[in-house]
């Protein structure tokens, strides 16, 4: 789980100079102002950095954003062309995304479309992408009803990815493997175990020849 820890923000986001409480969240903004918008008080902060750390894990997560817009009311931030990054040992992975949103009592991070995902985990090229992911800091995982990533010769079909330490955990109802001759096979656990080596039950279900 992420640890707590203060966001602290420039006096100028809020008037009386408090401090917005992000659990696990520290923002960077280069520039920032504060609209009256029908009557309500609208941040708006441009060029944010977000930091996240995790409690008894060594992940890391930082949200770049050309964007922040959050309501009075609301305890979100709304990103514009987010750029994530989730770095750990043997991990590194790089997310890109048109829009999202932080729902910072949440611990949760959702991004709307046109999701991209690039980077190398436990010695393995991961290259993917979805219409709409959602990264849970509290359960450490990603999640979507549509993401296919590209892992060797393989086209994964995934609804789930699980950020354990020693390994990443591969999800879905069913999984859908399509490898590079278009033999499409269906399972339920995929697992990237941290020597690099992909993981597969001892049956899978082919669909097609």
């Not at 479309?113 to 393995?124: A, D, Y």
């Not at 296919?148 to 999984?175: Q, R, W």
Request: aromatic share 10%; hydrophobic share 40%.
């Amino acid at each position: 789980m992420p640890k707590s820890i203060f966001v602290y923000l420039v006096a100028l986001f809020f008037l009386i100079g408090s401090v917005l409480f992000l659990s696990s969240f520290f923002l960077n903004p280069s520039s920032s102002k504060l609209i009256k918008q029908n009557n309500e008080i609208v941040f708006e902060a441009k060029n944010i950095s977000i930091n996240l750390g995790f409690k008894e894990s060594d992940f890391v997560l930082k949200v770049k954003s050309s964007m922040v817009n959050s309501l009075k009311e609301e305890k979100n931030l709304y990103v514009y062309q987010p750029k994530i990054d989730i770095s750990g040992k043997n991990t590194f992975l790089k997310i890109k995304s048109n829009k999202g949103t932080i729902a910072y009592d949440k611990n949760l991070v959702q991004l709307e479309n046109k999701t991209e995902i690039s980077g190398k985990v436990n010695e393995k090229i991961i290259l993917g992408k979805a219409s709409k992911i959602d990264i849970d800091l509290n359960k450490r995982n990603l999640s979507s009803n549509e993401l296919i990533l590209f892992i060797d010769e393989y086209e994964i079909s995934v609804k789930e990815i699980i950020l354990n330490e020693g390994e990443m955990v591969f999800k879905g109802s069913p999984i859908y493997l399509k490898d590079n001759e278009g033999l499409v096979t269906e399972t339920s656990l995929v697992k990237l175990k941290s020597n690099g080596e992909l993981i597969f039950p001892s049956k899978l279900n082919i669909k097609n020849y």
